[in-house]
T-cell receptor
């Protein structure tokens, strides 16, 4: 039984570019949440997807958008990248709001 | 505003020694409190999860306590090992939708 997987593991982009990060939830999970973790900080909640819709959203600008597919996998899109978007992006999955399991993260570096 | 405060910010202990990490929260309404271990550059891994009615929960050498009245929790690590070196994050959930508030973590270094 695979846990939460994320791709890619590392990514380097330049300012102004767009990026798409991908997440496959743990088998049987239907809810996916995305978090941004800056170096030395705790993760910050971006948004949560359930039944292919954004159910909750943290304090992030509209440059951050997402999508959940019928198979419960999810994408995080960030447009017009800023230097401050450099962080570890974590995906977590759960079943109906239960305990969350985190993926290994995608390290995004914006130059 | 929901907040989770952790102390100390960092800690260095000798291998084999015990340590206790602290967490204070102002999250309402409270659903559950979790402790995660996060290795550098990796995703957090759950250690314990406690609901309002639970005072203590153990997972091997890790023991978490919860005082819901004072809104405090602690994580006690016994007989520390080098592999315990990591960031320990206290996380509080405030709703059934699993909305989580994270502390900044305590960075633990276990020295030989």
């Amino acid at each position: 039984d695979a846990g939460v997987t994320q791709s890619p593991t590392h990514l380097i982009k330049t300012r102004g570019q767009q990026v798409t990060l991908r997440c496959s939830p743990k088998s049987g999970h239907d809810t996916v949440s995305w978090y941004q973790q800056a170096l030395g900080q705790g993760p910050q909640f971006i948004f949560q997807y359930y039944e292919e819709e954004e159910r909750q959203r943290g304090n992030f600008p509209d440059r951050f958008s997402g999508h959940q597919f019928p198979n419960y996998s999810s994408e995080l899109n960030v447009n017009a990248l800023l230097l401050g978007d450099s962080a570890l992006y974590l995906c977590a999955s759960s079943l109906a709001g239960g305990n969350e399991f985190f993926g290994p993260g995608t390290r995004l570096t914006v130059l | 505003k929901n907040q989770v405060e952790q102390s100390p910010q960092s800690l260095i202990i000798l291998e084999g020694k015990n340590c206790t990490l602290q967490c204070n929260y102002t999250v309402s309404p409270f659903s559950n409190l979790r402790w995660y271990k996060q290795d550098t550059g990796r995703g957090p891994v759950s250690l314990t999860i406690m609901t309002f009615s639970e005072n203590t929960k153990s997972n091997g050498r890790y023991t978490a306590t919860l005082d819901a009245d004072t809104k405090q929790s602690s994580l006690h690590i016994t007989a520390s090992q080098l592999s315990d070196s990591a960031s320990y994050i206290c996380v509080v959930s405030d709703s059934g939708y699993s909305t989580l508030t994270f502390g900044k973590g305590t960075m633990l270094l276990v020295s030989p």
